[in-house]
């Protein structure tokens, strides 16, 4: 690899790998933040710590749209460099902040006040680091190089089930309830000022520059322009990401509460059963790309998003039949290899769904709807599921995301390539 296409790599993963370093950890230590910060009569408070968390994924939505106006307009680059600083700064805020304790209501308001900041920049990370990076190599490689994305997000979820781990082994359960459960977010906004140096120094996308060099006048209008003449691309996107987000956000994000909570387990189990399910990933995201670079993306992505539907119900029932470290480190591998096969390609996927003066503006609306809606919104959901159907309603709401998914993708996907042709043409 080219020391510039190195450069280029790091540069856009390394926002990726910090957003999920940070949910990650918001979702490890949930049950502390909701005492924390949302002091309240039963499963109220837990409640209200995920409803705070969706609430950054509310803005992601605006940030899409801002953020991926501006890097249609000005560059992925200068998109980028902005965007690790906003990252760094709303990590560090729920690191910072004072408990409900000490300084009343201000210190929910700030922590939803970090998430909102922290959405709105993290709204446009994904589809300007994509962009980037996809358009530096050549259209046979891109669902390698774009599944490097989802790599990063497993190195975040190491990142933070290791800390997570060290900090819980290292410290007394009053240590860690008191101030060390902070640690992780504090550590992780170091990565801000890193990032911010990589990504200054990096050079613009050559696709974008030839784009430039062609149609010197920038378009005033990239939101307009993918709702009027891309509106089917962006449904198909939404279909290609539902059935991994609401994958990655049970198993990576909600089921530490879920095994504390419904299971009765620790948590140090889920978090040794991440920290090696998401070290997989890692190699297991790369390798999706590459099949989908030899075999299609598409034929990978239908028969992977099957499984996922066909699966979801033995795995939970398996765990909640007797539950214990072994069942649910065996549920997280089966799921976790499904689910790195499943995303390495969406990256690349989503790229080729919209033409290089829109791309980051159709990517970010439609990954930040998808994964608000499907993503963000699943501990909650489930959370108010579970009364109704029980322990088995992650299962379920699995299940539902990949029908649906298959069902959007199967009816968009031949006009998003007519769209897209003739946009090209």
Same mark, same amino acid.
């Given at each position: ?9 790091? !540069?856009? &993963? ?57 890097? @249609? ?5 200068? #998109? ?20 409900? #304790? ?44 774009? *599944?490097?994305?989802? *790599? *990063?997000?497993? &190195? ?9 781990? &060290? ?53 005033? !209008? ?14 198909? %996107? ?7 987000? %609401?994958?990655?956000?049970?198993? $990576? ?15 140090? @189990? ?22 989908? @670079?030899?075999?299609? %993306? ?13 699966? *979801? ?37 989503? %790229? ?20 608000? &809606? ?16 029980? $322990? ?9 995301? #990949? ?23």
């Amino acid at each position: 690899m080219k020391p510039d296409l190195r450069c280029v790599v790091v !540069a856009s &993963v390394i926002g990726n790998g910090l957003e999920w370093f940070d949910f990650v950890s918001y979702g490890y230590f949930a049950t502390i933040i909701a005492h924390v910060f949302f002091p309240a009569a039963g499963s109220l408070s837990l409640v209200l710590t995920f409803a705070t968390f969706a609430v950054g994924f509310i803005a992601r939505p605006i940030g899409g749209i801002l953020i991926g106006a501006f890097a @249609d307009r000005h560059g992925r680059k200068q #998109a980028l460099t902005l965007l690790i600083g906003f990252m760094a700064v709303g990590t560090l805020t729920l690191g910072l902040t004072p408990s409900y #304790a000490q300084i009343g209501v201000l210190a929910p308001a700030i922590v939803v006040l970090g998430r909102i900041v922290q959405g709105i920049s993290i709204g446009g990370e994904f589809a300007s680091a994509t962009a980037l990076l996809v358009e530096y190599v050549p259209p046979q490689r891109r669902m390698l190089f774009g *599944s490097f994305q989802m *790599s *990063s997000q497993a &190195v975040g979820r190491v990142c933070a089930a290791g800390i997570g781990l &060290v900090v819980i082994s290292s410290f007394s359960p009053a240590a860690v309830h008191g101030w060390a459960w902070r640690l992780p977010f504090l550590i992780g906004a170091l990565v801000g000022p890193f990032g911010f140096y990589i990504r200054y120094r990096m050079a613009e996308s050559p696709a974008y520059q030839a784009m430039q060099a062609q149609t010197p006048e920038r378009s005033r !209008a990239p939101v307009r322009q993918v709702l009027t003449r891309y509106a089917v691309p962006m449904v198909c %996107a939404i279909g290609v990401i539902l059935v991994g987000t %609401a994958t990655t956000y049970v198993w $990576n994000n909600y089921l530490p509460s879920y095994v504390v909570h419904q299971l009765h387990l620790p948590l140090a @189990d889920d978090l040794a059963g991440v920290l090696i399910t998401s070290g997989l990933d890692i190699f297991i995201c790369a390798l999706g790309g590459w099949l989908a @670079d030899r075999f299609g %993306a598409y034929r990978l992505f239908f028969g992977f998003a099957v499984i996922a539907a066909c699966t *979801s119900y033995p795995l939970f029932h398996y765990v909640i039949a007797a539950p214990s470290f072994t069942r649910l480190l065996a549920a997280q591998l089966f799921a976790c290899t499904l689910l790195g096969l499943m995303s390495g390609p969406i990256p690349g996927m989503l %790229a080729d769904l919209f033409p290089v003066q829109v791309r980051s503006t159709g990517m970010a609306i439609s990954y930040n709807l998808a994964v608000t &809606v499907f993503g963000g919104f699943a501990p909650l959901t489930i959370t108010w599921m579970i009364t109704f159907t029980g $322990n088995i309603a992650p299962a379920f709401y699995l299940m539902a995301a #990949a029908l649906l998914s298959i069902i959007i993708v199967a009816v968009t996907r031949r006009g998003a390539r007519r769209q897209l042709a003739l946009a090209e043409a």
